[in-house]
């Protein structure tokens, strides 16, 4: 008798997990889906973004050179960045992406995206790239010449133009018009 209680108790346990896993997955599943689906948007974004941003004529070695669309950390897009970007020319340039361990001024980027969530590792590669013309785009809020944001479960963002001019960068006014929010370049009365 006593074995026969032992046993059934495993079952119980096993019995209440899969009632969990049953009553929880829809919810698990359709985050997971929803997360999937906002780093698809987002790689879409990263590509648009370089259809409405002026490079110095420096920023490419040649008029082939290709455009260097750079991941720093983690990659958040699975291969939905890969698929949206094969075949893509931004300017004339076919679009490279790489994904980078270590970021530096010389590191090639038209456009880094930064999706680490610590504050002073995005901190140091910002400051990395600062004064190059490096597009930077970031998940962390106040951190990217462009940050994401999520306003009513849509992905939205934020452009800081002032860190745009700081890297010669010229970004278009229709790309400035869709933004959440934007700080203004000084005027060169004020410099």
Known sequence: MRRAAT?????AGLAAVILICIVLAPGAI?????????YALKAAFLLKFGLYVEWPSTAF????????????GQNPFGDSLDKAAADERINGHNVVI???????????????YIGDSDAQHV?????????????????????????????????????????AAQNGLVISSK????????????SKEER
Do not use: W
């Not at 070695?61 to 720093?72: D, G, K, R, V």
């Not at 994904?99 to 456009?111: A, E, M, N, W, Y």
């Open 7 to 11: 046993c059934s108790r495993p079952r």
């Open 30 to 38: 359709a985050t997971a889906h929803a997360q999937v689906q906002e």
């Open 61 to 72: 070695s040649s008029p082939t050179s290709p455009f260097n669309l750079c991941i720093a």
């Open 98 to 112: 790489h994904q980078l361990k270590t970021v530096g001024r010389d590191s090639g980027c038209h456009i880094l």
């Open 123 to 163: 901190a140091q590669i910002i400051a990395a790239v600062h004064g190059s013309s490096v597009l930077t785009v970031s998940d962390a809020s106040g951190a990217g010449i462009i940050d994401f944001v999520i306003v009513n479960d849509r992905v939205r963002f934020y452009i800081d133009d002032e860190r």
């Open 175 to 186: 790309l400035l018009g869709l933004a959440l929010n934007v700080k203004r370049r000084s």
